[in-house]
């Protein structure tokens, strides 16, 4: 580690000053020992520090700690991964579809054949206050109970992806379903049977889903969110009440290596079993592509061969929050970045200290590209507008040299960002410190269909 040209802390400082974000924590593990706290900046708008007990939002980390509670329940013996979402729920229904075959695997891998919804959206918008100079947004479908969202998606005003198992397609609605079957089986609400079976036996005292304990809680993050180069603060967290498996977790760094210490050490932290080892590899099983080189296990990225060991991570945004973590299963290591800023790359110093920890330079990247170029005709057909119900329009232009990318309606990303082909079908795309993966489903020399743009499959168009 001492040969690194670059020093981890002027690393992940340089990320967060060119990206304006206020303040950032990044806390890792080895086996159950911590073995750096670092914090930048300040956690709120009176100017005070971060310690490793400040609150912030984990947005969907969340989903990790779902997919732990699937497995939990499947090892007492209360449901079956293969078993359908119907035998739970029995609203749920997809007209025109056989919705048997969508089982709880589906959703926990992103498989289930739905496409990105409003339901997310619509549930912020009826339970958010609106920021100053907002107007307040009245969802057209409210989606405040488990119910409203079943009901929603039992309409069908939406086409398919496909086939439960063809396509993988990020999908919050998905994981808010597994809330519900989590709430059916268990006779708790969600929230009470993560703290009980999860938060508690690994004395994550500060964790909650309780805004109001967040709220009276002295030492918590304000919420920052950008709109072009301006930085501005919010006292509204984002409410979703039937989300909240999907992404409404406020933790603490401190409590949040504890989660992934356990992770690390095959599913138990200091004589506390949580799951099985053969339980956390199923989580972390190579499951579908999720990008080029990495895949999506159950609320996990899972990259299987990076410098000869295993990456598996997740992260989040939400107002006020960008966060990342994740471990190493082959060295027991383990680690958390926490910020309190939407789009901030919290995945990128996440990776720089997992670097550091492995003894690489820290500026080693993810992936490694072969850069190529993409024919005219080949251009022509990725060019178009693709929607995405969730919210946003992907405007793809043809230009003199290649093609670029907008985000309509993007308060943070309201440049034009070129497209570096990769593959036939993939290019990548840099947002500032922000890199993605921009792929491109077409069929022979037809236009393509859709775009796969952060682990969604958006489609033309029409």
């Given amino acids: ?8 802390e002027d690393f992940a400082e340089k990320i967060l000053k060119e990206t304006k974000t206020p303040g950032g924590a990044v806390i890792v593990s080895r086996g159950d020992k911590v073995e750096c706290f670092w914090a930048s900046g300040y956690r709120d708008n009176k100017g005070r520090e971060i310690n490793e007990n400040t609150i912030f939002g984990i947005a969907s980390l969340t989903k990790s700690i779902t997919g732990v509670a699937i497995i939990q329940l499947e090892e007492k013996g209360f449901l079956s991964l293969s078993e359908p979402v119907k035998k739970y729920l029995p ?42 100079g907002e107007e307040e947004k009245n969802p057209p479908y409210p989606i405040n109970y488990y119910e409203e969202l079943v009901n929603f998606i039992a309409r069908g005003d939406f ?4 086939s439960p198992g063809e396509n993988s397609s990020y999908s919050n609605d998905g994981y808010a379903l597994l809330g519900a079957i989590i709430e059916e089986i268990s006779g708790r609400t969600y929230s009470q049977y993560v703290e009980e079976n999860i938060l508690d036996p690994l004395e994550m005292e500060r964790s909650t889903f309780s805004l109001k304990k967040v709220l009276n809680d002295n030492n918590r993050t304000t919420l920052y969110y950008k709109k072009g180069e301006e930085i501005f603060d919010s006292p509204n967290w984002q409410e979703a009440p039937p989300f909240y498996a999907a992404g409404s977790l406020k933790s603490t760094p401190g409590d949040m290596i504890k989660y992934t210490q356990m992770l690390a ?4 932290l200091k004589g506390r079993k949580l799951i099985s080892r053969e339980g956390l590899a199923k989580i972390t099983a190579p499951g579908v592509p999720f990008s080029l080189k990495s895949y999506y296990g159950y609320g996990f990225h899972i990259q299987p061969s990076y410098h000869g060991f295993t990456l ?6 939400l107002k006020g929050a960008s966060s990342y973590a994740g471990f190493v299963p082959e060295k027991g290591i383990s680690a958390v970045v926490l910020t309190n800023l939407r789009e901030t790359p919290a995945g990128k110093i996440w990776l720089g200290v ?21 024919e005219e005709n080949h251009q022509k057909r990725f060019a178009g507008n693709y929607h995405s119900d969730e919210g946003g329009t992907i405007l793809v232009e043809k230009k003199e040299n290649g093609l670029v990318l907008k985000l309509d309606g993007s308060e943070v990303f309201d440049k034009e960002y070129p497209l570096q082909p990769v593959s036939n079908d993939t290019a990548i795309c840099s947002f500032g410190n ?12 037809e236009e393509a269909k859709a775009v796969r743009f952060g682990g969604r499959i958006i489609k033309r168009k029409k």
């Fill in 265 to 268: 050490q095959g599913g138990q």
């Fill in 159 to 162: 086409d398919l992806l496909g």
């Fill in 434 to 445: 922000l890199e993605l993966e921009i792929g491109f489903l077409y069929e022979r020399k």
């Fill in 354 to 374: 997992i670097n550091k920890m492995l003894g690489l330079p820290v500026e080693t990247p993810r992936f490694e590209y072969n850069r190529r170029k993409w």
């Fill in 1 to 8: 580690m001492s040969g690194n040209k670059v020093n981890f």
């Fill in 91 to 132: 609203g749920f229904s997809i007209p025109g579809y056989d919705d048997k075959k969508v089982t709880i695997h589906n959703l926990l891998n992103h498989t289930s054949g739905l496409p990105p919804l409003p339901c997310f959206k619509y549930s912020f918008w009826g339970n958010t206050s609106p920021d100053k």
């Fill in 312 to 317: 598996v991570d997740h992260g989040g945004n």
